[in-house]
């Protein structure tokens, strides 16, 4: 089977794709696609830390590297909670905000090349299957099949 046989080269090529025009317009504001994600899964009055890496599906060591680096970009702020100080909600600076705009726009304009040049029941026909592919992943799928090498 040639790699372009496969489904997942198809998600992989797409989503390469999709990453580098992201980080390549992030990169003009200083800023990575990774950035933009976190910024963009902030609410506007704070979001406690232990729920922006399930929210996104990312791991918290990756969550942790990056909001040390827009912590260092001062794009956030962490505050703890008054009640419950082991709660620490992550913040918006204003360079956050702004940069979060940027990001927000990017996404915009993204969605609305694609949406103008895929009719919507190709859209919609594409969701449906990622959201399939997704469910597939929730569970163990090499569980019962076993690979052997001779």
């Not at 989503?15 to 992030?26: Q, R, V």
């Not at 001062?74 to 940069?99: A, F, H, Q, Y």
């Not at 597939?136 to 052997?148: P, Y």
Request: aromatic share 6%.
């Amino acid at each position: 089977m040639k790699p372009e046989e496969t489904i997942d080269f198809h998600i992989r090529w797409a989503w390469s794709k999709i990453s580098k025009a992201y980080n390549n317009e992030a990169a003009k504001n200083g800023g990575t696609m990774a950035i933009g994600y976190v910024l963009l899964n902030i609410d506007k009055d704070g979001t406690p830390s232990t729920k922006l890496g399930p929210r996104m599906g990312m791991e918290p060591t990756s969550l942790s590297r990056i909001l040390k680096s827009m912590e260092d970009l001062k794009l956030i702020k962490r505050i703890p909670d008054k009640n419950d100080k082991r709660i620490v909600k992550v913040t918006l600076t204003s360079k956050g905000i702004e940069m979060r705009e940027v990001s927000k726009n990017v996404v915009i304009r993204f969605n609305s090349l694609v949406s103008e040049n895929i009719e919507q029941k190709k859209l919609e026909t594409c969701f449906e299957v990622l959201q399939q592919i997704n469910m597939l992943l929730e569970t163990n799928i090499f569980e019962d099949q076993t690979i052997r090498v001779n």
